[in-house]
């Protein structure tokens, strides 16, 4: 998995650096610099490196930013070929030989998709389902959830305090945190006070967590915090973390966290986890990741909570993920003979401030009789 992560850029951004070299070097050449000398293929190069060191974290903001423009470029070198071949040589057709070669229309795409992506991730919209259950009496259960915050990259305490009235507005019966809540960019006094808020939301059954990806900050060499660190506050803040257990909220409603898969690879089943508890009662298991949907309706769950997904933070990234199978749900809710998966996007983003996939967003859910 390490050789394949160092791997993905080399084959990404060798191709990439050999377009950029030809596209700097059309650039130049409406600047009249000639082909026979040197200067043009000396910029050409450091332009293509350039390029290449700013997107070689492929899931860095540079990545793309760069990526998006050779994917724009060459849907318009594709345009470009058919004009040339069904119009004549006119005025009309000069002018557009000059600015596709400048790459003006890349650059604003771009600039125009970076801007509509920090606007987009800021934009934190309430989402609700509404499911039914013979198992639930008739004052029903509302359930809030909020995934993948990555404290600190989109969102900082005093905005989180917003959020976290707009929901304590809503007066849950029970939080769910599904993973991702910090990340390794998340200093650690703001880990202490994003756990206090979250902590203090007064619900019925109180709050729940499990474990990201993220979250340990195995991700950075120079973590600020452990995972026993994390550990500790959560449940000094009243969050209760879930790692492989089940809970029996109330006769009718039981709880499963399983474990992040990256951090346990023999974690155990939910169908073992689901042995210990009343067999008539609602079931939730918390995944992180939207992972083993059809074992867990075999094994007689309700509802399945996720995220991870960031319902494909950076366009197109979750439908090419969803469609080669990397995640079995991109965003949404999916029922399968009455279980019901819910994936959320998220209520913040990962990385850098930018969202130009999907939304953000903190969902509420009913559960009625």
Same mark, same amino acid.
């Given at each position: 998995?390490?050789?394949?992560?160092?791997?993905?850029?080399? &084959?990404?951004?060798?191709?990439? #650096?050999?377009?950029?070299?030809? @596209?700097?070097?059309?650039?130049?050449?409406?600047?009249?610099?000639?082909?026979?000398?040197?200067?043009?293929?000396?910029?050409?190069?450091?332009?293509?490196?350039?390029?290449?060191?700013?997107?070689?974290?492929?899931?860095?903001?540079?990545?793309?930013?760069?990526?998006?423009?050779?994917?724009?470029? *060459?849907?318009?070198?594709?345009?470009?070929?058919?004009?040339?071949?069904?119009?004549?040589?006119? %005025?009309?057709?000069?002018?557009?030989?000059?600015?596709? %070669?400048?790459?003006?229309?890349?650059?604003?795409?771009?600039?125009?998709?970076?801007?509509?992506?920090?606007?987009?991730?800021?934009?934190?919209?309430?989402?609700?389902?509404?499911?039914?259950?013979?198992?639930?009496?008739?004052?029903?259960?509302?359930?809030?959830?909020?995934?993948?915050?990555?404290? #600190?990259?989109?969102? #900082?305490?005093?905005?989180?305090? =917003?959020?976290?009235?707009?929901?304590?507005?809503?007066?849950?019966?029970?939080?769910?945190?599904?993973?991702?809540? @910090?990340?390794?960019?998340?200093?650690?006094?703001?880990?202490?006070?994003?756990?206090?808020?979250?902590?203090?939301?007064?619900?019925?059954?109180?709050?729940?967590? &499990?474990?990201?990806?993220?979250?340990?900050?195995?991700?950075?060499?120079?973590?600020?915090?452990?995972?026993?660190?994390?550990?500790?506050?959560?449940?000094?803040? =009243?969050?209760?973390?879930?790692?492989?257990?089940?809970?029996?909220?109330?006769?009718?409603?039981? &709880?499963?966290?399983?474990?992040?898969?990256?951090?346990?690879?023999?974690?155990?089943?939910?169908?073992?986890?689901?042995?210990?508890?009343?067999?008539?009662?609602? %079931?939730?298991?918390?995944?992180?990741?939207?992972?083993?949907?059809?074992?867990?309706?075999?094994?007689?769950?309700?509802?399945?909570?996720?995220?991870?997904?960031?319902?494909?933070?950076?366009?197109?990234?979750?439908?090419?993920?969803?469609? *080669?199978?990397?995640?079995?749900?991109?965003?949404?809710?999916?029922?399968?003979?009455?279980?019901?998966?819910?994936?959320?996007?998220?209520?913040?983003?990962?990385?850098?401030?930018?969202?130009?996939?999907?939304?953000?967003?903190?969902?509420?859910?009913?559960?009625?009789?």
């Amino acid at each position: 998995m390490r050789i394949l992560f160092y791997l993905m850029p080399a &084959v990404i951004y060798i191709p990439v #650096g050999i377009y950029l070299y030809y @596209f700097m070097k059309r650039l130049l050449s409406l600047f009249h610099v000639k082909r026979s000398k040197k200067a043009d293929k000396i910029i050409s190069v450091v332009f293509a490196a350039a390029c290449a060191v700013a997107g070689w974290r492929v899931y860095d903001v540079g990545a793309v930013a760069v990526l998006y423009f050779v994917l724009c470029s *060459l849907l318009l070198d594709g345009i470009h070929r058919l004009l040339k071949r069904c119009l004549k040589e006119n %005025k009309g057709v000069q002018i557009w030989n000059v600015v596709h %070669k400048s790459g003006i229309i890349p650059v604003l795409v771009v600039s125009i998709f970076f801007t509509y992506g920090y606007y987009n991730i800021h934009q934190v919209k309430e989402t609700t389902y509404t499911l039914q259950s013979d198992k639930i009496s008739r004052e029903g259960l509302r359930i809030a959830q909020i995934s993948d915050l990555h404290m #600190g990259t989109t969102m #900082g305490v005093e905005e989180l305090c =917003r959020y976290y009235e707009r929901i304590q507005a809503k007066d849950p019966d029970i939080v769910f945190l599904t993973g991702d809540i @910090f990340d390794e960019r998340t200093e650690k006094s703001m880990m202490e006070e994003a756990a206090a808020v979250l902590g203090n939301i007064d619900a019925k059954y109180g709050v729940y967590y &499990v474990w990201g990806n993220h979250d340990p900050n195995h991700y950075s060499a120079q973590a600020e915090y452990s995972m026993e660190e994390l550990r500790r506050v959560l449940n000094s803040s =009243r969050i209760r973390v879930l790692e492989d257990e089940a809970v029996q909220v109330s006769p009718e409603l039981a &709880v499963i966290g399983r474990m992040e898969q990256s951090l346990d690879r023999n974690r155990k089943s939910v169908q073992e986890l689901a042995s210990e508890l009343e067999p008539g009662s609602y %079931k939730v298991v918390l995944d992180h990741r939207p992972v083993e949907l059809e074992e867990n309706a075999d094994a007689g769950v309700d509802l399945q909570l996720s995220g991870h997904t960031h319902a494909g933070q950076i366009w197109p990234t979750g439908q090419l993920a969803e469609l *080669l199978g990397i995640n079995e749900m991109n965003y949404g809710i999916k029922n399968i003979e009455g279980f019901h998966a819910i994936v959320s996007s998220g209520i913040a983003g990962w990385g850098y401030a930018v969202r130009t996939g999907g939304h953000s967003e903190y969902v509420l859910i009913e559960v009625k009789p």
